[in-house]
């Protein structure tokens, strides 16, 4: 035998919540293979398999919480027989028929095991909103009540009828009599003029709102705009996109230009690189820059590293990657963390402008924007071309109005001349 553990959290991590089974007692499990998924406040992480077998037990339902290293199961050898599930204690009722057969038995065991081996948060909304277990449609692994199935049913509107029902607490009301299953149909959505829903937000939801109220409630925010006439980058991505992705198999797109052009004013201005400790700033020697993707969990923040070094294929690349890893629900804890300064891109969602909030302890955030074609004064003529608004969010507590301005203009510059770039001017 072998215990499944949850992985060792970080630090700043100290529970998470169980999401996923991916396997049911009994079924066969391979050395690497991805058991049950945690959700964390910050990523989803994945618990494998350490040795070929069966999963011969289940300690943590669904919606558990669990801590770090807790035990959720155990893998036995090819073999193995799985975990008995708990006996069912069936009280005698002198006005109930006859039993015959098996069928009956194993009902009133499912629907003790419904009524009895709930877990806490199972428990709490059943409380709460006065459902009846043994009325819930159960999705469990071993036929148990997840937390969705809760709160599926309190949606639905499940709760006991008749007033002399509501008075009785969870788990006491009586099954319908001489009542064929039923398959689990999808819970309706509330009716009338105005519905509403209530679904509770997922851990690193909440760890977003805490995080960007924290940085509102501390930083200095402010947020100065400029223009980029895009046509110069546009140019140039037309003329070698082709060459670009024949030698390095990714696309050239604008955000490794911008990353490039970010990393170079962050040369020239040190203290949008820097962070605040405390009474002290720290000035970081390397350029870390995330780039935010949106996932189907959240925002989140991945890390290009030492963006000094890397070329503009390099960047793409680990764009790419960070894009993948982030839509599988694959980013790992070290892929966000750290970092110097960060990128986020609104204008792949159509935004024309906005204010973004910096990713503490950062101290500056830059925005991209959609591009527009608008109508622009150039030589003394006016001209149409394809313009994008960006923003930089910053921490004025220890960076000026001019350093800030500076910054922008460097990067609007950089963009209306790819060239500068290359030549480092």
Same mark, same amino acid.
């Given at each position: 035998?072998? #215990?499944?553990?949850?992985?060792?959290?970080?630090?700043s991590v100290s529970e998470g919540t169980l999401l996923t089974w991916h396997k049911k007692p009994g079924e066969a499990v391979t050395r690497g293979e991805v058991l049950a998924e945690i959700e964390t406040d910050k990523v989803v992480l994945e618990v494998t398999a350490q040795q070929d077998g069966v999963l011969t037990g289940i300690a943590k339902q669904e919606g558990d919480t669990v801590l770090s290293e807790e035990v959720l199961g155990t893998v036995g050898e090819a073999g193995s027989a799985p975990a008995p599930a708990p006996a069912a204690a069936v009280s005698a009722d002198p006005a109930a028929g006859p039993v015959s057969g098996e069928a009956p038995a194993q009902a009133a065991g499912n629907e003790a095991t419904r009524r009895d081996d709930?877990?806490?948060?199972?428990?709490?909304?059943?409380?709460?909103?006065?459902?009846?277990?043994?009325?819930?449609?159960?999705?469990?692994?071993?036929?148990? $009540?997840?937390?969705?199935?809760?709160?599926?049913?309190?949606?639905?509107?499940?709760?006991?009828?008749?007033?002399? #029902?509501?008075?009785?607490?969870?788990?006491?009301?009586? *099954?319908?009599?001489?009542?064929?299953?039923?398959?689990?149909?999808?819970?309706?959505?509330?009716? @009338?003029?105005?519905?509403?829903?209530?679904?509770?937000?997922?851990?690193?939801?909440?760890?977003?709102?805490?995080?960007?109220? #924290?940085?509102?409630? !501390?930083?200095?925010?402010?947020?100065?705009?400029?223009?980029?006439?895009?046509?110069?980058?546009?140019?140039?991505?037309?003329?070698?996109?082709?060459?670009?992705?024949?030698?390095?198999?990714?696309?050239? @797109?604008?955000?490794?230009?911008?990353?490039?052009? *970010?990393?170079?004013?962050?040369? *020239?201005?040190?203290?949008?690189?820097?962070?605040?400790?405390?009474?002290?700033?720290?000035?970081? @020697?390397?350029?870390?820059?995330?780039?935010?993707?949106?996932?189907?969990?959240?925002?989140?923040?991945?890390?290009?590293?030492?963006?000094?070094?890397?070329?503009?294929?390099?960047?793409?690349?680990?764009?790419?990657?960070?894009?993948?890893?982030?839509?599988?629900?694959?980013?790992?804890? #070290?892929?966000?963390?750290?970092?110097?300064?960060?990128? !986020?891109?609104?204008?792949?969602?159509?935004?024309?402008?906005?204010?973004?909030?910096?990713?503490?302890?950062?101290? *500056?955030?830059? @925005?991209?924007?959609?591009?527009?074609?608008?109508?622009?004064?150039?030589?003394?003529?006016?001209?149409?071309?394809?313009?994008?608004?960006?923003?930089?969010?910053?921490?004025?507590?220890?960076?000026?109005?001019?350093?800030?301005?500076?910054?922008?203009?460097? $990067?609007?510059?950089?963009?209306?001349?790819?060239?500068?770039?290359?030549?480092?001017?």
């Amino acid at each position: 035998m072998a #215990d499944i553990k949850v992985p060792v959290f970080s630090e700043s991590v100290s529970e998470g919540t169980l999401l996923t089974w991916h396997k049911k007692p009994g079924e066969a499990v391979t050395r690497g293979e991805v058991l049950a998924e945690i959700e964390t406040d910050k990523v989803v992480l994945e618990v494998t398999a350490q040795q070929d077998g069966v999963l011969t037990g289940i300690a943590k339902q669904e919606g558990d919480t669990v801590l770090s290293e807790e035990v959720l199961g155990t893998v036995g050898e090819a073999g193995s027989a799985p975990a008995p599930a708990p006996a069912a204690a069936v009280s005698a009722d002198p006005a109930a028929g006859p039993v015959s057969g098996e069928a009956p038995a194993q009902a009133a065991g499912n629907e003790a095991t419904r009524r009895d081996d709930l877990s806490p948060a199972v428990r709490k909304i059943v409380a709460e909103q006065n459902l009846d277990p043994a009325q819930i449609p159960a999705t469990g692994p071993k036929g148990n $009540i997840t937390k969705a199935d809760a709160v599926v049913a309190a949606q639905g509107g499940l709760t006991y009828q008749g007033p002399q #029902d509501a008075a009785k607490p969870a788990g006491m009301q009586p *099954a319908p009599a001489a009542q064929a299953p039923q398959a689990a149909a999808p819970a309706p959505l509330p009716q @009338g003029p105005r519905p509403e829903e209530r679904v509770p937000m997922t851990r690193i939801r909440q760890r977003i709102a805490e995080r960007l109220k #924290d940085v509102q409630n !501390t930083a200095a925010l402010l947020t100065t705009f400029n223009e980029v006439n895009m046509q110069p980058a546009m140019d140039l991505r037309k003329k070698y996109q082709d060459q670009f992705v024949a030698k390095h198999g990714v696309k050239l @797109g604008f955000m490794s230009l911008f990353v490039r052009a *970010a990393t170079e004013a962050l040369k *020239a201005f040190p203290v949008v690189n820097a962070s605040v400790d405390g009474k002290d700033v720290i000035y970081h @020697g390397y350029y870390d820059i995330g780039i935010a993707v949106a996932s189907d969990r959240g925002l989140v923040v991945p890390i290009l590293r030492d963006t000094e070094q890397l070329s503009l294929a390099a960047i793409e690349k680990g764009i790419a990657g960070y894009a993948q890893k982030a839509k599988s629900g694959k980013l790992t804890l #070290d892929d966000m963390s750290g970092g110097t300064f960060s990128i !986020t891109n609104g204008g792949t969602f159509g935004s024309m402008m906005s204010t973004p909030i910096i990713n503490a302890p950062q101290s *500056a955030i830059l @925005g991209m924007h959609n591009i527009i074609e608008r109508p622009i004064a150039q030589k003394g003529q006016v001209v149409i071309a394809p313009m994008m608004y960006i923003a930089l969010s910053y921490d004025h507590r220890i960076i000026d109005g001019k350093e800030a301005v500076q910054f922008l203009v460097m $990067i609007k510059n950089l963009l209306e001349d790819p060239a500068r770039m290359l030549l480092e001017l």
